[in-house]
C-alpha cells in the first residue's frame, strides 16, 4: 500500500473536482444539509456539477497561496486536502487546513493519518485545522485528535472557538521547529 500526496494542477484538477461533491454529500451527514434545487450540494442556485466544478478554479489560480492536494493510494485517487495561506487563511496562522477528504472504502486504514502528515510536512509553521463541534461529528473529532497528537507528540491546542465558519473544534500546532 503506498500513499502519496501529491501538489495538484491544472492538468489533473479534474480530479479534486470529481472528488468534491461526495465530500459536499458526506458532509451532509455531520451537517445535515440537503441538495438545493438542482439537486447540487451548494447554499448558492449552481444547476450543474460543471457549474459546481468551477467554483473550485479558484485553488488551481493562485499557486503560491492556496495549496490544493490529491492523495492517491496505489496511485489511484483516494481523496484530497485544500491548504490555505496568506488572506485565505485565518490571520492567527500560516497554514490552514481548509478541506479535507477521504474516500469511504479507504477510512479506517490509517491512510489519511498518513495523508495528513505528508501534507502538514510540505509546510513549515503555524497550522490550524477546524472542524464540527458537534456529536454528529463521530469521526472527524476523534480523527484528527489523534492524527495531530501523533503528529506533534502531543504538542498541540484543542479548543472550542468562534471562527469565520461558526462554532469549531479548533486543533493549533507550530511544526517549524519539528524540521
Excluded: C
Amino acid at each position: 500500500m503506498n500513499v502519496e500526496t501529491r501538489l495538484a494542477n491544472k492538468e489533473n484538477a479534474d480530479i479534486i473536482k470529481n472528488l468534491y461533491p461526495l465530500y459536499l454529500y458526506d458532509l451532509s451527514e455531520i451537517y445535515g444539509n440537503v441538495p438545493n434545487e438542482y439537486g447540487i450540494y451548494e447554499e448558492e442556485p449552481i444547476k450543474t456539477l460543471e457549474e459546481q466544478y468551477n467554483l473550485q478554479n479558484i485553488w488551481f489560480e493562485k499557486p503560491e497561496k492556496l495549496f490544493p492536494f490529491i492523495t492517491f493510494l496505489d496511485n489511484k485517487p483516494a481523496g484530497f486536502a485544500l491548504v490555505a495561506s496568506e488572506e485565505y487563511a485565518p490571520k492567527s496562522t500560516d497554514y490552514y487546513m481548509y478541506e479535507y477528504f477521504l474516500l469511504r472504502p479507504y477510512r479506517g486504514n490509517n491512510i489519511a493519518e498518513i495523508a495528513a502528515k505528508q501534507v502538514f510536512d510540505k509546510f513549515h509553521g503555524k497550522w490550524e485545522v477546524y472542524t464540527n463541534p458537534t456529536e454528529s461529528n463521530k469521526r472527524g473529532k476523534p480523527f484528527w485528535h489523534k492524527t495531530i497528537n501523533n503528529y506533534t507528540s502531543g504538542n498541540f491546542q484543542e479548543f472550542f472557538g468562534t471562527t469565520f465558519d461558526g462554532e469549531k473544534l479548533i486543533f493549533k500546532f507550530n511544526n517549524k521547529a519539528m524540521f
